[in-house]
Nanobody, 122 residues
Framework: QEQLVESGGGLVQAGGSLRLSCRDSGRTFRRSPMAWYRQPPGKEREFVAAVGWLGGSTTYADSVKGRFTISRDNAKNTVSLRMNSLKPDDTALYYC???????????????WGQGTQVTVFS
């Protein structure tokens, strides 16, 4: 069964960094756009960042621009999210998502991971 598995979450002090990874066991990764979403406690899930299937096209939520970097390794079927200058507001369950159609389009998702928890304390 194809699945997305996230890793790399944890507890970090404000100002610190974390790197999340997501491995896709499916066969469509290399031609699929990928994204990260997050769900803060008591709030709805929100978009964080996305990358096109070739890796050259990226987009970010305003709240993370300049602090987070999304990247992918098509040889390893993985997508990563490097998070710097973390803030307590970044505390959330972070999800990996696989899109379809080449370029990322909001809402066009065909698979989700189970999530990895990121907790930022001040």
């Amino acid at each position: 069964q194809e699945q997305l598995v996230e890793s790399g979450g944890g507890l970090v002090q404000a100002g610190g960094s974390l790197r999340l990874s997501c491995r896709d066991s499916g066969r469509t990764f290399r031609r699929s756009p990928m994204a990260w979403y997050r769900q803060p406690p008591g709030k709805e899930r929100e978009f964080v960042a996305a990358v096109g299937w070739l890796g050259g096209s990226t987009t970010y939520a305003d709240s993370v621009k300049g602090r987070f970097t999304i990247s992918r390794d098509n040889a390893k079927n993985t997508v990563s999210l490097r998070m710097n200058s973390l803030k307590p507001d970044d505390t959330a369950l972070y999800y990996c998502a696989r899109g379809y159609g080449g370029s990322w389009v909001e809402g066009r998702v065909d698979a989700w991971g189970q999530g990895t928890q990121v907790t930022v304390f001040s």
